[in-house]
């Protein structure tokens, strides 16, 4: 039996989280499917962190990112980088994932290569062509060159049919990210920062922090660090652990207003495994990420949402997260409420994920052999 050639195509930390499950399924199945790892390391230090927690080796590493890159610069040199990696394999698909540029980019190579595309946690919207900028408009350009839509959810797959996408080329799958998260975290993990290890979460109300969205960039970060501040003079219980993004401009607003300030630990990055599992001590999040949205229901976090609109709708809906943008009264009457009323924080904490199930990966790549008939078995959908 002749085998299939699948081709894996990402280039940021958020994508090698979501598609490792993936890889690490497809490559259960090496009797008919060759599986080949592309990265185009649109970001660099933070991919390879997750390439070597999941212990997985790229076949093709374009090395693309450069020091102030623009997307004119990761949109052309991964275009260029893909076109020699696809004259030497010519795979038979190729998978991409989520709304990054690597992501549109990708689906572009394989589409000017004439080579089908899958697309993981397809079907996102916002409706906003600029918010998120750019992920918005990578998520439909990705979508309109994809042959197989793998769509998280039930509300990811109607947008796809509203856009006028076949039914049976959406595929409901339940998110990846969901079965990365329970293969990393663990309840006796130790934190190789020390300060992680010694912070009393049982008797401290520990509020994690994320920011990073260039539309947030300026006064709306500094309104939602002063509603932080005031929180921290009104409950003397909490404490605010903030892993600082490395953008110049975010750690600049981040240093003049919450610096040196009494129980705010601003901490470098984490790596993927630390980080979800210091998600799962924390007691509120505070995020503008997309991924964590679907990360942090699934250990039972609320999550007040740093954004006016959100490409995961499924999370309001449930309750598992609340828009709450970035003026000051907003976010600090959001976060008092669930630092306040037990009740509304149990509902919160206590709903049903609609993200997945931990068995994403299986659906994907069960979906992939269906229909190359490698497999009689008809794959399930996910019910979000």
Do not use: C
């Not at 997985?56 to 076109?83: E, K, Y």
């Not at 992920?135 to 947008?159: I, Q, S, V, Y």
């Amino acid at each position: 039996m002749q085998k299939i050639k699948v081709m894996t195509i990402f280039g940021t930390r958020p994508e090698a989280i979501k598609m490792s499950p993936v890889i690490l399924e497809l490559f259960k199945h090496s009797e008919v499917i060759e599986t080949f790892v592309t990265v185009t390391a649109q970001h660099r230090e933070m991919l390879d962190q997750v390439l070597r927690l999941f212990k997985i080796q790229p076949d093709f590493d374009l090395n693309i990112m450069t020091q102030g890159q623009t997307l004119f610069d990761i949109t052309s040199r991964a275009l260029g980088g893909l076109h020699g990696v696809f004259e030497r394999v010519n795979p038979n698909i190729v998978f991409v994932h989520g709304d990054t540029t690597t992501t549109f980019v990708g689906a572009l190579a394989a589409f000017y290569n004439q080579i089908a595309v899958a697309h993981v946690e397809a079907g996102l919207r916002t409706g906003n062509k600029y918010s998120p900028f750019p992920e918005e408009m990578n998520r439909k350009l990705t979508g309109a060159l994809t042959d197989l839509h793998f769509a998280p959810t039930d509300t990811a797959k109607n947008n796809l049919l509203n856009e006028g996408v076949a039914q049976n080329k959406i595929f409901v799958t339940g998110n990846t990210v969901i079965d990365a998260l329970y293969q990393t975290v663990s309840a006796d993990y130790k934190f190789s920062d020390e300060l992680l290890n010694k912070i009393d979460y049982e008797h401290k109300r520990i509020i994690l922090v994320t920011t990073h969205r260039r539309e947030n960039l300026g006064e709306p970060l500094r309104q939602v660090y002063r509603a932080l501040k005031k929180l921290l003079e009104d409950f003397a219980d909490v404490e605010i652990i903030f892993p600082v993004h490395k953008n110049p401009r975010v750690r600049e607003i981040v240093n003049s207003e919450l610096g040196n300030i009494e129980r705010v630990h601003l901490i470098e990055p984490l790596d993927y495994e630390p980080f979800a599992n210091l998600m799962s001590r924390a007691h509120l999040i505070l995020t503008d990420s997309g991924g964590i949205q679907e990360e942090a229901p699934a250990l039972g976090k609320p999550v007040l949402v740093l954004r006016d609109t959100t490409e995961r709708p499924e999370a309001v809906i449930a309750e598992t997260v609340k828009l709450v943008g970035t003026e000051l009264e907003k976010v600090y009457g959001a976060a008092k409420v669930l630092l306040t009323d037990s009740a509304e924080y149990k509902k919160m904490a206590t709903a049903k994920n609609p993200y997945g199930d931990g068995r994403a990966a299986k659906r994907i790549v069960q979906t992939l052999l269906w229909k190359y008939n490698l497999s009689a078995e008809k794959p399930e959908s996910f019910n979000s």
